[in-house]
């Protein structure tokens, strides 16, 4: 099946992005569609695709850093360094046992947090279909129009 372009009227849709040379060179890409504001990131021969603004408090994860935590891929927010898997959008935390006389961070998932999208590759581009899962995703609430007017405000 083919990409469709945006503003199809047919469901599911999938969003031009850009040519997959580019998106490489730039490893980012912020855009606007389907009233999201959507993260596309290249990282190590992978294309990923989230929500771009932090289920936590909004922040933008266009400016975190790509790191490792648990043997999972997590890009971590730049406002206050959640970490959020890259491929799941699962929230990753850690804690320390006191008891331990040196200890090592245990980390543990705190459940799906941020909404990913699926990144198609089609003939030397990139297509974003857009996440299907029912129900709420935390970072849904900073996809709201009030939220994009308050940013625009700062
Ligand atoms: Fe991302 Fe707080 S806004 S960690």
Redesign the pocket.
Known sequence: MMPMEENSDEAPASYFIGKKKDIIKAKRVSKFMNGRDVLVLYHEGKFYAMDAH?Y????QLENGDIEEFNYKLCIV?P????KITLAEGEGLDSALDPKEKNPVPLWFSKGIKQRVHTVLEVEGDIFIKMSEVQGWIESDYYQKEQQRQERQKC
């Open positions: 932090c936590h408090a909004g922040g927010c406002s206050h360094k959640y």
